[in-house]
């Protein structure tokens, strides 16, 4: 499913930062638990940020993502997003982690994280995130995959959105389409 989309992401070895644009929250474990499998296929340390990690867990395992399998392989850990702290406090800790993670012999770092909703707190609490995460990365063998929701906007206000999210992924967009997902780069 994103092997052709997240394709050119991973042409270097240096921070990716993609976004994918879901139409409703059921997009979201599918998409992400393939994101995921991609990554374990290519040796990668996997993170992902949950606002609710037991629900996440079992949506990414339902999904059929095998979690349990990769979190006692030490290839998958589950974060909890704590709302309180500083935009730069996870990946802050996260830094000798990821060294750890390469000096183990894997590839780099796969992340994602809970759907971010529609609402604009939400929307501005992530992008501040999402700058500190790239600029802590900057360089690194980082591949990053952002879900951002659209369910319950209005026609202008999904393409507004969709604006702000492509401005801030220069790698592209991902859309679900009947086609698998589609990647759309700012022109």
């Given at each position: ?17 993609l ?30 940020r949950?606002?609710?990690v ?35 406090a ?9 060294d ?16 971010v ?6 929307f ?64």
């Open positions: 499913m994103l092997d052709n989309a997240v394709g050119s992401a991973l042409e270097t070895g240096a921070c990716r930062h976004a994918v644009v879901l139409r409703s929250e059921a997009e979201f474990a599918p998409v992400v638990a393939s994101f995921y499998s991609l990554g374990a296929k290519r040796g990668a340390w996997l993170v992902h949950a606002a609710e037991e629900e996440d867990r079992k949506a990414l395992t339902d999904a059929g993502l095998d979690v349990a399998g990769l979190e006692s392989e030490d290839r998958l850990v589950i974060e909890p997003l704590n709302l309180d702290e500083p935009p730069d996870l990946p802050k800790r996260l830094v000798a982690d990821l750890a993670a390469l000096d183990r012999g894997l590839t780099g770092l796969w992340s994602s994280h809970s759907p909703g529609p609402g604009p707190d939400a501005e609490l992530a992008t501040a995130i999402e700058r500190a995460w790239e600029e802590r990365f900057e360089g690194r063998p980082v591949v990053t995959l952002c879900p951002y929701l659209v369910e319950g906007l209005d026609a202008a206000d999904t393409v507004g959105r969709f604006t702000e999210v492509s401005e801030l992924h220069e790698e592209g967009v991902l859309v679900p389409s009947d086609r698998g997902l589609q990647t759309f780069k700012r022109a």
